[in-house]
């Protein structure tokens, strides 16, 4: 059974950076995608940034040139490094493994961590 633990969410002013960690267990394959999402209260949940099976990363235009998403060598961690942060950035972030594609579809995902939240004061 795969298990998500997020951690590295804080309250930051706004400019500031975070780096959110996912510390991942019991993949026993590959996944098709391994991405962060993030959600606020009354909204649908975002795909922020995603990493496919061949090391192709995606971002939504709302962090493209701000966030970087990274992972190690073993699959074992997967990173999320948030530069410039805006008030607008403040929601609980989610990592997740999906065994379908396209990465950007959160129903494509079989497994989440509980969240970590970020929140951005300006």
């Known amino acids: 059974q795969v298990q998500l633990v997020e951690s590295g969410g804080d309250s930051v002013q706004s400019g500031g950076s975070l780096r959110l960690s996912c510390a991942v267990s019991g993949l026993t394959s590959s996944p098709a995608c391994m991405s962060w999402f993030r959600q606020t209260p009354g909204k649908e949940r975002e795909g922020v940034a995603t990493?496919?099976?061949?090391?192709?990363?995606d971002y939504s235009a709302s962090v493209q040139g701000r966030f970087t998403i990274s992972q190690d060598n073993a699959k074992t961690t997967l990173y999320l490094l948030m530069n410039s942060l805006k008030p607008e950035d403040t929601a609980m972030y989610y990592c997740?493994?999906?065994?379908?594609?396209?990465?950007?579809?959160?129903?494509?995902?079989?497994?989440w961590g509980q969240g970590t939240q970020v929140t951005v004061s300006s």
């Open positions: 997740a493994i999906g065994s379908r594609w396209p990465c950007r579809e959160p129903q494509n995902y079989d497994s």
């Open positions: 990493f496919d099976s061949d090391g192709v990363t």
